[in-house]
Nanobody, 124 residues
């Protein structure tokens, strides 16, 4: 069983950047695809993007392509979400989740393991 902890959230001005980290423990990290999701106040949780077990495949939500990227370092049991050109609508709690399938999907219920989330606030 894998445990996930997100970090790197905070307050940033519009146009700025943040890099979130998702650190895993308790399992063989390279056996899991990892997805990032976010939940804004009053809204449902939505898929941000994901990365395959090996890191060879990444998928980013179409509305976020060009601003968000995902990478992983299996030696460090860590997945990163790089967020650039942040907008006020990116304000949300960001969660990482792990799934034992080869690559990440946008289907929330596919994920068995979740972190506690990290809050991102973008001021305009």
């Amino acid at each position: 069983q894998v445990q996930l902890v997100e970090s790197g959230g905070g307050l940033v001005q519009a146009g700025g950047s943040l890099r979130l980290s998702c650190i895993a423990s308790g399992g063989t990290f390279s056996s899991y695809a990892v997805g990032w999701f976010r939940q804004a106040p009053g809204k449902t949780r939505e898929f941000v993007g994901g990365i395959s077990r090996s890191g060879g495949r990444t998928d980013i939500a179409s509305s976020l392509m060009g601003r968000f990227t995902i990478a992983r370092d299996n030696a460090k049991n860590t997945v990163y979400l790089q967020m650039n050109s942040l907008k006020s609508e990116d304000t949300a709690i960001y969660y990482c989740a792990a799934d034992s399938t080869p690559w990440a999907t946008s289907v929330l219920t596919n994920y068995n393991y979740w972190g506690q989330g990290t809050r991102v606030t973008v001021s305009s």
